[in-house]
């Protein structure tokens, strides 16, 4: 869910996410190997995630409550 809180949904299982804060400076990127990301140790504000897959490329605002 977005906003989210714990864990949001990323709809795949391969890849790769990094996700900036709304100052544009990254504040995490892993691997993917799960379609959960726990996302409990940013804080409240806006993110931009950008994810990539074989699938694609994707890039949205993540909201943590």
Same mark, same amino acid.
């Given at each position: %869910?977005? %906003?989210? &809180?714990?864990?949001v949904? #990323?709809g795949?299982?391969?890849?790769?996410?990094t996700?900036?804060? #709304?100052? +544009?400076q990254?504040?995490?990127?892993?691997?993917?190997?799960?379609s959960?990301? @726990?996302?409990?140790f940013?804080?409240? +504000? $806006?993110? #931009?995630?950008? $994810? &990539?897959? %074989? @699938?694609?490329?994707?890039?949205?605002?993540?909201? $943590?409550k």
């Amino acid at each position: %869910p977005n %906003p989210a &809180q714990d864990y949001v949904n #990323i709809g795949i299982n391969e890849g790769y996410v990094t996700i900036y804060n #709304i100052n +544009g400076q990254q504040v995490f990127s892993a691997g993917i190997t799960s379609s959960q990301l @726990e996302v409990s140790f940013l804080s409240r +504000g $806006i993110y #931009i995630v950008n $994810i &990539q897959s %074989p @699938e694609g490329k994707y890039q949205g605002k993540l909201i $943590i409550k």
